[in-house]
């Protein structure tokens, strides 16, 4: 938001400098994606287990991806793994499976075997990653109210009569 308003005046003094106005249109795109630690311990641990053969990395490594578990993410614990299989550029024209059973076998083990690991003695596992989760948001509601508030569309300079000009 802080950048965002910066970008907005620079767009805006820019306009008023030269005697015009500007049309700046906001609105929010995916948020930033926050990988919950706990889980990206439990993927680790789920590849180790299921698939011993598979180089498995954890990264924090923050990509240029867009994706709606950003927005999960500021509400609840959630993990973006990627597994095998593919080559080229994600959703690109060169993307191709060249090892399915890696992309899609492999994939579907180590799903599950996250499922069990959070599920066993009762979802204890889940309830104690949900419980040390710290979301930026506290509720899906609040989380939301904020999205909303990043909307904002229009003129940003009314000139007056009188000579002088507002910046909205």
């Known amino acids: ?18 005697g015009t106005n500007i049309e700046i249109v906001d609105a929010p795109g995916y948020g930033p994606l926050r990988n919950a630690p706990d889980m990206m311990k439990l993927a680790a641990e789920a590849a180790k287990e299921i698939i011993p053969e598979y180089p498995m990395s954890v990264s924090d490594h923050i990509g240029s991806g867009s994706t709606d578990m950003g927005d ?14 593919g080559r080229g550029k994600s959703h690109g024209n060169d ?10 076998v492999d994939c579907a083990k180590w799903q599950l075997a996250m499922l069990v690991l959070l599920l066993k003695d009762g979802g204890k596992r889940a309830c104690d990653i949900k419980a040390n ?10 989380y939301l109210t904020f999205i909303d508030s990043l909307n904002c ?14 910046v909205k």
């Open 95 to 104: 993307y191709e499976i060249v090892d399915p059973v890696a992309a899609c």
């Open 133 to 142: 989760y710290k979301a930026p948001f506290a509720s899906k509601e609040e």
């Open 1 to 18: 938001m802080k950048a965002n308003k910066k970008v907005n005046r620079a767009l805006t003094g820019a306009a008023y400098s030269i």
């Open 72 to 85: 999960l993410s500021a509400i609840m614990p959630v993990i973006h793994p990627y597994c095998g299989g």
């Open 153 to 166: 569309a229009g003129d940003r300079i009314e000139y007056r009569e009188d000579g002088t000009a507002v």
